[in-house]
């Protein structure tokens, strides 16, 4: 047989006779094996329509699948307007994932981390249910949460320079139902704190235009420009008011960020700052995504603080233990030498408590997890043992764990993060109190 | 036998369509918006805590539906039938599993955020026709009947 090429046939090379049959003037044919052969105008067609579908289709799957992901939750919005008519939207319509995808990135992470720390202590307390994730989109969540009518008044919009708009909400009102059930606290919490029952849930209503009729001023919320696309900044709005209670203008330059080459450099460095009053190096220290707000306001927190004194303590030196956190590197303070007036001290961490020795004079102090527990039997005659055991697994939370400073990485430069050491020093804190505990923090604070 | 082989493609892409509809469909409840599948995909790998796992293997193979779905027909259209066959199998098990994930996990009409039933529910439906599809192409090849 032969190949006859693309769209063929294939063709017999020879003719087959029987016997002594008489060979016919026509070819004698077999019948083909296999499928039904088409004839080669009709196949070579075939296969180019097939062809030509098979490039469309895939074309077409590839267009909608660009178009599909293209949707992204995460991309920002193109304009400060359009950022907070989505916020708008997504609070009338209680959307709590869109919410979260309102918020600037960088905040909300942080935000989001310490939440799932703080989410995962409650569960050991047997505060929250086991089965609870805040950040889960089958969870439920603990208030609802509905707007109407949410209206900015676009004219009114005070760009503050290329990455920070303030906008006005003039006019709408946000709903916040509370929710409190079994399905974020556990059944024994519930009962703890509310012993005659839970109480009644009333929704709570903030009318806009009556809350801007009585300050006299609209609403402000900020957005900033991340990466091409605008966010609204809880940050930036709350600076925002700070600045306007001081009735300081937001600067017209920021503050640059000055990172470190490690975690614990960047620590002592911040310790040291902070010691010698230097705030603007403080605040050069700290991240520059989550904390940009405090690079823009800087120059007018240096101008708020005027001429801040040093608290006279130099530190000689400073060691730290590094423990990694969620979204970074916890610095926990091992030791220090600090010298204050001509006398040495040497602070250091021994079994869960801190000892300060005075280099001088040899003398040496020693400050545990108990001695905060019997100052406040001491202070507080009628304090019940219970409540007495909570504070010092509070304070011994802290001690075995120690103070430390979160950093993180930008950039390949470490920088403090202020809200995430806030964030650590609060697990730490609670990370020692017992499930019990809380039942006598509950009755003291009028649970029972 | 025969005019069932005949039917698996029509049957095979079919089911193809009703998945794709299905992963356009609402899958994800946040209050009163509702999320087709591609964007709570994205909302569920934008979390802090992004699934992990084979639960975040599925969050990738995802984004995977619709270009597999279109190399399905495309290689129909090429001839290539048990190899269609073979591809739209797996979009329909990728769809089965995680849709049922899914439905399992919906929350009840007072959660303010859970899992939609609409498009998951369609898309099973789909991928359940596809993968009966796909393998009726498939073994009428193997037995010899020809599609």
């Known amino acids: ?448 | 036998m025969r005019l069932t082989a005949r039917g698996g493609p029509w049957l095979a892409f079919a089911g193809l369509a009703i998945v794709l509809v299905g992963t356009f469909l609402p899958w994800l409840r946040s209050g009163d918006a509702l999320r087709d599948s591609y964007q709570s995909v994205d909302v569920l790998r934008m979390q802090p805590t992004p699934p992990g796992g084979p639960v975040g293997v599925l969050l990738y193979a995802w984004l995977a539906v619709i270009p597999l779905c279109s190399i399905s027909v495309a290689l129909y259209a090429l001839r290539a039938r048990r190899t269609a066959a073979l591809v739209a199998c797996l979009v329909g098990v990728l769809g089965l599993v995680t849709s049922a994930l899914a439905l399992v996990n919906a929350g009840g009409p007072a959660d303010a955020i859970g899992f939609a039933a609409t498009g998951p529910i369609v898309t099973v439906c789909g991928a359940a026709t596809a993968l009966i599809g796909g393998i009726v192409v498939f073994g009428g090849r193997q037995s010899g009947v020809k599609p």
Request: with cysteine; aromatic share 6%.
């Open chain 1, 1 to 448: 047989m032969t190949y006859p090429g693309s769209g063929g046939q294939w063709q017999p090379e020879q003719q087959y006779t029987y016997g002594n049959q008489p060979t016919s003037a026509y070819p004698m044919y077999y019948p083909p094996q296999g499928p039904p052969q088409q004839p080669p105008g009709r196949g070579r067609r075939g296969l180019v329509i097939g062809i030509v579908i098979a490039v469309l289709v895939v074309a077409g799957g590839a267009a909608a699948t660009v178009w599909a992901l293209n949707r992204s939750t995460q991309a920002g919005s193109p304009t400060p307007q359009a950022a907070v008519a989505k916020l708008a939207t997504d609070v009338s319509k209680g959307d709590v994932l869109g919410i979260q995808s309102d918020v600037a990135p960088a905040e909300a992470a942080a935000l989001k981390d310490i939440t799932t720390d703080g989410s995962n202590q409650l569960k050991r307390l047997q505060i929250e249910s086991p089965g609870y994730d805040p950040q889960s989109p089958s969870a439920n969540t603990t208030a609802g949460l509905a707007g109407s009518g949410l209206t900015f008044d676009d004219g009114a919009a005070q760009t503050i320079n290329d990455h920070l708009v303030i906008n006005k909400l003039v006019s709408g009102s946000i709903t916040v139902s509370p929710k409190l059930d079994g399905s974020m606290f556990t059944q024994q919490f519930l009962h703890s704190a509310f012993p005659n029952g839970l109480p009644k849930q009333q929704p709570n209503t903030i009318d806009i235009a009556d809350m801007v009729h009585r300050t006299g001023q609209p609403l402000r919320i900020a957005t900033v420009k991340v990466d091409g696309g605008w966010y609204t900044s809880l940050f930036y709005t709350a600076a925002d008011y700070a600045l306007e209670s001081t009735r300081r203008p937001w600067p017209t330059t920021s503050l640059p960020a000055t990172g470190s080459s490690s975690p614990d450099a960047a620590a002592a460095q911040f310790v040291k700052a902070l010691l010698s009053a230097d705030y603007r190096t403080a605040i050069e220290l700290t991240d520059p995504n989550e904390m940009a707000v405090l690079h823009d306001a800087g120059p007018a927190i240096l101008d708020a603080l005027h001429a801040p004194k040093p608290t006279g303590i130099t530190v000689e030196d400073i060691s730290f233990a590094d423990r990694p956190v969620t979204g970074g590197v916890d610095a926990v303070l091992r030791g220090a030498t600090l010298e204050q007036g001509g006398d040495t001290l040497v602070l250091s961490r021994q079994n869960g408590c801190y000892a300060v020795t005075d280099k001088g004079t040899g003398d040496q102090r020693k400050l545990c997890a108990g001695d905060f527990a019997q100052q406040a039997q001491s202070d507080l005659a009628n304090l019940p043992p219970e409540v007495a055991t909570a504070l010092q697994h509070l304070t011994s939370g802290v001690l075995s764990n120690g103070p430390g400073l979160v950093s993180t990485q930008v950039d390949g430069k470490w920088y403090v993060s202020p809200v995430r050491s806030f964030g650590a020093l609060l697990d730490a804190m609670v990370s020692g109190l017992q499930p019990a505990d809380i039942k006598a923090l509950v009755e003291l604070g009028g649970g029972h």
